[in-house]
């Protein structure tokens, strides 16, 4: 029986578009999976997305649609790129799933049946637009909500609460005394800011808005979008469902791997459900650091700044797999810049891995016609070349058990810089100018070719797409490069005979392409920018003194149509519109000329202040003003009001 893998990303949530900021985990899982997979072992690679939440319902709102609706165009962009990246999960779970919704309502009522849930009270300081409780100490300098700096106000709400308490000296333990937690050395700063302090009561179901899981026993109440998401890890595998049945072959999960930002959850939360349930406990959890990009975390805010797309369409989805792959070291964060990518680009794969393929497959085609000869010479320096490529294997082999990419890529490329070595100190140009040299040569040229199906099948996992290529070009068959048979020399057919292809990976050049993507890059950010609400930008908007009922009824907002509209001659910025105000008609002069044409207006309805005082603009009188709204980009645009509304309608 093959050994089983189990291994999950978090899930996403579909709130905005994917970046590369989530093709970190996914591509590390992928390469994992695939890694395993090349060891024989059966594995489930689960990745999906979390779609409840107060957030998405929001989104829903905003753009008009409901949050399944939303959510689904999402999901689809999500998908659309694991299928660029070419990420071979195995399973996608949706928390929309109606399986993963019944079964979360089982997890739920099992944890309350067995007392671990609580129907309490969460009272404390209530931040309305925002939706959230804070204690005192989470407040901000002003004693207002941390997210909005708006004034909060004390209020109750009836809630379920889930017993930590029980937990605290099991959780301790296992990151502290167990090999869970990679690095471990997060471990100390969980155990002091959270379990030290008294492991508080967590909050598990929510009144205040309805796009969750609904509380099966108890009308009004949704669970707490972390208990339906954790709880994805096994419902996916068929735990308290039929939709799936692999529960018992795959759990424990082998890894689960996450950012930093999301590691509490994963590390005290999640074993803490596991063990009010009495399930076995995952193996490890795997803590990845941010990919920032000018040192911010990158996020929808950065308008997605660099884009998997765009950089796959230039570079190739290998590269840019590779790139993000050898750049983040586990536990710490790793900074993404064009020019450092690159330049690893054309390092690594165009002259480090590219230029030995390419060189070693022109060598035996130029001096064999292709199919090398078997008559060989061999020489000490051969052995010494064979013992690092496979001392690569072993060290490779050890880190990607203990989940180090990088690490295991940067032991790839020590077997490809010796094997470039190697041609420098072999000379096999000056080899095929004498014929006595021959069978030397053929030797030289058979050792690369073999150390290239090495390197090349340990690439595989992380560049799935070029690898099968190189194998093409190398005349390696798919038995040449199973898993078994990377621990030894001597693989490929004696008489083996390499195929001439194409490049693998073209050199970039850089200034031209710096240049390119900064632009595409600015471009993307003001976008991003203009597309954000103040609030999103973290703008604080000051409201005008108050003013009463009263005061807001002394203005006369009437519905009015354009029935005509001319440029103001003089002005850039004026035009002049007559409207029909179900009054007798009037003429009111408005600075929108830079962002409307004339025919833009005509026949649309808007909202007219109709008892302005009259006056005079550029000397054409106006009397009245129409009403428009800023838009982020300093523009403007006007309100337009519903056709279905009569002409004269009183607006309040
Ligand atoms: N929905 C939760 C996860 C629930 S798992 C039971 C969530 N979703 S998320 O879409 O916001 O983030 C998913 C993962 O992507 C997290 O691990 C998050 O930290 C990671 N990343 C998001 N931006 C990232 C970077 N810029 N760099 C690296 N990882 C990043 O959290």
Not at 374 to 380: G, I, K, L, V
Not at 546 to 566: G, L, M, Q
Not at 596 to 605: H, M, S, T, V, W
Not at 608 to 634: H, Q, R
């Amino acid at each position: 029986m093959p050994e089983k893998f189990y291994i999950t990303t978090p899930i996403y949530y579909p709130s905005g578009n994917p970046h590369i900021g989530h093709c970190y985990t996914t591509v590390a899982c992928d390469s994992i999976a695939r890694f395993k997979r090349m060891q024989g072992c059966d594995v489930m690679f689960l990745t999906g997305t979390d779609e409840h939440g107060l957030k998405i319902e929001q989104k829903a709102a905003e753009k008009g649609v409901t949050p399944k609706e939303f959510v689904d165009e999402v999901v689809e962009k999500f998908k659309s790129l694991w299928k660029y990246m070419n990420i071979s999960y195995d399973r996608y779970i949706r928390t929309t799933d109606d399986y993963h919704v019944e079964a979360v309502q089982r997890i739920f009522k099992a944890l309350y049946d067995k007392g671990y849930i609580y129907k309490g009270e969460y009272s404390g300081k209530y931040c309305t637009p925002c939706e959230s409780f804070w204690t005192d100490s989470q407040l901000d300098e002003n004693g207002c909500c941390p997210e909005c700096h708006r004034p909060v106000a004390f209020a109750r709400e009836e809630a379920y609460f889930f017993k930590m308490s029980p937990f605290a000296d099991r959780i301790e333990k296992l990151l502290t005394e167990t090999d869970y937690l990679r690095p471990k050395t997060r471990a100390a700063e969980l155990v002091n800011n959270f379990i030290k302090p008294g492991l508080e009561d967590l909050c598990v179901s929510r009144t205040t808005f309805k796009w969750g899981v609904p509380v099966s026993f108890d009308e009004g109440h949704v669970v707490y979008v972390w208990i339906d998401a954790l709880s994805n890890y096994i419902t996916a595998l068929g735990y308290e469902n039929d939709a799936h049945d692999d529960f018992a072959k795959y759990w424990p999960a082998d890894v689960h791997m996450v950012a930093k930002d999301i590691m509490r959850f994963h590390a005290i939360i999640w074993p803490a459900i596991l063990m009010a349930l009495d399930l076995p406990l995952p193996k490890h959890l795997a803590v990845h650091g941010w990919i920032t990009f000018n040192g911010e975390k990158m996020s929808k805010s950065l308008g997605n700044v660099v884009d998997p797309f765009v950089l796959g369409e230039r570079y190739g989805c290998d590269a840019i797999r590779y790139h993000i792959l050898r750049e983040m070291a586990l536990g710490a964060d790793s900074s993404f810049s064009n020019e450092i990518m690159i330049n690893r680009i054309n390092s690594d794969l165009a002259n480090g891995f590219g230029n030995l393929v390419s060189r070693t497959v022109a060598m035996a085609d130029k001096y064999f016609g292709g199919t090398l000869p078997t008559e060989r010479e061999t020489a000490d320096i051969d052995d010494d070349f064979r013992a690092v490529v496979l001392g690569a294997f072993a060290n490779v082999e050890q880190a990607m058990n203990e989940t180090k990419i990088k690490q295991a890529l940067e032991e790839i490329f020590k077997a490809v810089d010796r094997a470039n070595k190697y041609i420098d100190e072999t000379e096999p140009w000056k080899l095929g100018k004498d014929e006595t040299k021959k069978p030397r040569l053929a030797a030289v040229l058979y050792n690369l070719l073999d150390g290239i199906r090495i390197v090349s099948a340990l690439l595989s996992p992380f560049m799935p797409e070029t690898m099968p290529k190189v194998w093409e070009q190398i005349g390696a068959s798919e038995t040449d490069v199973e898993y078994a048979k990377l621990s030894e020399f001597g693989v490929l057919p004696a008489d083996v005979t390499v195929h001439k292809g194409e490049i693998l990976f073209p050199r970039i050049d850089v200034e031209k392409e710096i240049e390119e993507l900064n632009s595409i890059i600015q471009k993307n950010m003001e976008s991003a920018k203009a597309n954000l609400s103040a609030e999103e930008k973290g703008e604080v908007i000051e409201l005008a003194p108050e003013i009463t009922i009263d005061d807001f009824a002394k203005v006369e907002i009437r519905v009015a149509k354009v029935t005509a509209c001319e440029k103001v001659k003089k002005s850039k910025k004026l035009l002049c519109l007559q409207l029909d105000d179900g009054m007798g008609g009037r003429q009111v002069v408005s600075g929108i000329a830079q962002y409307y044409a004339p025919e833009d207006l005509i026949g649309r309805k808007v909202q007219l202040i109709a008892n302005l005082k009259p006056c005079k603009l550029c000397g054409v009188d106006s009397f009245g003003m129409i009403c428009a709204a800023d838009t982020s980009d300093g523009g403007c645009k006007v309100i337009f009001v519903d056709d279905s509304i009569p002409v004269g309608a009183k607006i309040r």
